[in-house]
């Protein structure tokens, strides 16, 4: 069997690859290391056995890794041994991702498969571990091959700021068990009394949530802060649904008030100026916002303008084709109205599987939010993120068991939705 280690045999990839030689390897003589890469420093030399060949700088890694059984890599050399389809053991300066298969291949991807995470620790006693049982079993690689198709070059742009900004939101959400996104749609004057759905809140009951949350203290974040790293030592995420005007009129000016942050998801198709798919099932009539009155949320720079899909569907009944141009076009819709980009969707009632995690992900949106289904830890899944619902009814003790801090936790115990 052929394992062929590819990298920089310097920095802290060199210390990877020589642990891994000085470790791991004397542990299965029978099995041949080709190390490619170099330079071949005397520490390195020294290692030089039976099993352990050091081939240096190569021209044609390919055929290299074409006649490997296993290759140890990270970064590029992943992508390449996914393309070839030769199995791949992830590790990289940041992280030790493991064989890659089809559960880890997501996590490996927004490391770019190891490199670009927060410091982890090596564990070479689990590589040991994982080599041993890779070796012994000769398991038949997972097919990967969709995730291949994600590496061609027009896509590769995106997938880096998606990588990028991944990683700087792990840095906000570690350390904290919980954070709570909250989801709310119409801010209203006066409670109307013949909503169906009661998809709104009152513009005083909103007052005095934001001022509980300003004294508790509160940072009100947005996804596009998360993407670029700010840092944040209490974050909370408002989120509004679907872009009413009353948005505009009531939530804008006390989000100035009390200097908040908030998401709207707004629809990509601008043709749509009122809440026509809940009127069909009997509820009010209620008016989505104007162009310039997006825009002019947008530039207040207190509201991340972000999308909900064209026309307020089921994404998930959709065929493929139609489901792609929700993602794709919306997005580009309010980009070009708000001269900015779009990086987080909202899937409209909530309706997604892995299909429209997917297409969020090749849309090139950073983050996509579902309702009150998904993780418990908004890490775990960018494309899967989980809300709490504040409902019009909701006393002041409520909104303070939801924004908590263990709310969801609670939740989960009792299988609860959240
Ligand atoms: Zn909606």
């Known amino acids: 069997?052929?394992?062929?280690?590819?990298?920089r045999l310097t920095g802290p990839k060199g210390d990877i690859a020589y642990q891994i030689l000085f470790r791991i390897a004397p542990q299965f003589p029978l099995v041949k290391f080709r190390v490619i890469g170099g330079p071949v420093s005397p520490r390195f030399k020294k290692l030089s056995t039976k099993n352990i060949v050091f081939y240096g700088f190569i021209d044609d890694v390919a055929s290299v890794i074409k006649g490997s059984d296993l290759v140890i890599g990270a970064g590029r050399v992943a992508v390449e041994a996914l393309q070839l389809n030769t199995p791949i053991l992830a590790i990289g300066e940041k992280q030790y991702v493991g064989i890659l298969n089809k559960s880890n291949i997501t996590q490996a991807q927004v490391s770019n498969f190891g490199d670009c995470a927060l410091d982890e620790f090596h564990d070479f006693n689990q590589i040991s571990h994982d080599l041993k049982k890779f070796i012994e079993h000769n398991d038949k690689q997972d097919d990967l091959s969709a995730i291949v198709k994600q590496y061609s070059p027009e896509s590769i742009l995106p997938k880096i700021n998606q990588v990028y900004s991944h990683a700087l939101a792990d840095v906000v959400f570690t350390g904290h068990k919980e954070v709570a996104v909250l989801i709310y749609h119409r801010v209203v004057d006066v409670a109307p009394t013949n909503s169906k759905f009661n998809v709104y809140i009152t513009k005083k009951k909103l007052d005095w949530q934001l001022g509980n949350l300003k004294k508790r203290g509160f940072d009100f974040v947005t996804f596009k802060d998360l993407a670029i790293g700010v840092k944040i030592k209490k974050p909370i995420i408002l989120t509004f649904d679907d872009g009413y005007e009353d948005n505009y009129f009531n939530l804008l000016p006390l989000l100035k008030k009390h200097q908040a942050k908030a998401v709207i998801y707004c629809l990509g198709d601008r043709s749509i100026k009122s809440n026509i798919w809940d009127e069909k099932l009997g509820e009010i009539h209620a008016n989505l916002m104007s162009d310039i009155q997006i825009k002019a949320c947008h530039d207040s720079g207190l509201v991340e303008i972000a999308s909900h899909g064209l026309k307020h569907q089921h994404l998930d009944k959709l065929n493929k084709k139609e489901a792609r141009q929700e993602f794709k076009l919306s997005k580009l819709n309010l980009e070009q109205l708000i001269g900015d980009n779009v990086i987080s969707i909202a899937y409209p009632y909530g309706a997604y599987g892995k299909r429209e995690e997917n297409m969020a992900y090749e849309a090139g949106y950073n983050f996509a939010i579902g309702t009150v289904n998904g993780p418990l830890h908004i890490s775990d899944n960018y494309y899967a993120i989980?809300?709490?619902?504040?409902?019009?009814?909701?006393?002041?003790?409520?909104?303070?068991k939801k924004t908590s801090g263990f709310y969801l936790r609670l939740c989960k115990l009792k299988s609860k939705d959240f």
């Open 386 to 400: 989980r809300r709490i619902q504040i409902f019009p009814s909701s006393g002041k003790i409520n909104f303070w």
């Open 1 to 7: 069997m052929n394992i062929s280690i590819i990298g």
